[in-house]
């Protein structure tokens, strides 16, 4: 996957966002490659025309020359107060993503880290459709479906990579059903108490989303994160703000109707 980067932020100049694609690219490569399979590479394009956000209708790859697979957008004010970034797909199933400079601070909430974060999901769910069975968080008898997101549940740890700081992601065996003796289940390898990090578990600052079937109406969405986490909570309302509203329609239609 080739994803467009466009910087359409009137503060960010171009050689700080390339010195972050490359770091990206790095961590796509280097990083994220050897445990999925599967990867992507960013590259800085020209900016076009600017598409509504949270338009499904919109045409958005207007660029310049060829675009990319999909298409990263940096902005400045985000539509939603505090949203640091989402993904998404359009109705003509491009792929795309938001990164909004202004809600964005230092550490795990840098701007490079959304960049890192917005870009790993983009490549692990581009359209932002797809479901995990697994384990209730809060009950392992009962089986829930887990969005497939690959950064949220380590949203609170990152790292450097070239002095940029990026994202930390799950690995494969996070969505086993079962843990596994010594299995190492982010790419960091966070240790609990005598553990790594559990399957369909969270980090602090880290929280998940997962939809309940047998739920009321209405409630079938649910979050997942330590309550007493400010981080997490912040990073929940983000998300439930900027990029859930058309997820919850797509998904709860494919829900009923198989």
């Known amino acids: 996957m080739l994803i467009s980067v466009v910087n359409r932020s009137r503060g960010l100049n171009d050689a700080d966002l390339q010195k972050a694609v490359r770091a990206v690219n790095r961590q796509l490569e280097e990083d994220f490659y050897p445990h999925w399979q599967f990867g992507a590479r960013l590259r800085v394009d020209s900016a076009g025309r600017m598409p509504a956000q949270r338009d499904r209708q919109v045409d958005l790859p207007t660029l310049p020359g060829r675009r990319g697979d999909a298409v990263l957008y940096i902005l400045d004010k985000p539509t939603m ?74 949203s609170g740890d990152c790292y450097e990579i070239e002095g940029v700081t990026v994202q930390n992601f799950v690995l494969p065996g996070w969505f086993a059903r079962k843990p596994v003796d010594g299995a190492r289940n982010d790419f960091l390898g966070r240790v609990e108490p005598g553990q790594s990090l559990a399957p369909f578990s969270i980090a602090p600052g880290g929280y998940l989303m997962f939809w309940d079937e047998r739920a009321p109406e209405g409630k079938k969405w649910t979050p997942h994160f330590d309550t007493g986490d400010g981080m997490a909570g912040r990073k929940v309302a983000d998300k439930v703000a900027g ?14 109707h198989g």
């Open 243 to 256: 990029k859930m509203a058309s997820k919850l329609s797509r998904v709860a239609r494919r829900c009923h």
């Open 81 to 154: 107060d505090g949203t640091e970034g989402y993904h998404d797909g359009n109705n003509a199933d491009v792929p795309f993503g938001f990164v909004f400079l202004d809600a964005c601070t230092e550490g795990a909430d840098s701007w490079t880290v959304a960049l890192s974060h917005e870009a790993i999901e983009l490549v692990g769910d581009p359209l932002n459709n797809l479901l995990v069975q697994g384990p209730h968080p809060l009950d392992h008898r009962q089986l829930v479906f887990h969005q497939f997101e690959l950064c949220d549940a380590v």
